[in-house]
């Protein structure tokens, strides 16, 4: 496992003992895992969804101009 060391201001730090008593963490190693963790899942679905829209673009563009318009007239 690799170490990291990183600075809390102080009201950061509060807020996560806080946290973590009222969810039962038993440190704050355990809690800024769990954070890190909850925000990588996250991210991995909005690359998701994002590579999802682009797929719907692209598929678009390629029925796009297939069919031809009718007029009033047709």
Do not use: H, P
Request: with cysteine.
């Amino acid at each position: 496992m690799e170490n990291v060391c990183l600075r809390l201001d102080s009201a950061l730090s509060k807020q996560i003992e806080k946290d973590m008593k009222e969810f039962r963490y038993s440190t704050k190693t355990e809690f800024i895992r769990e954070a890190i963790r909850s925000k990588l899942k996250e991210l991995e679905e909005e690359r998701k969804r994002n590579e999802g829209w682009k797929a719907l673009v692209a598929a678009k563009g390629i029925f796009k101009g297939k069919g031809k318009a009718k007029t009033d007239e047709e």
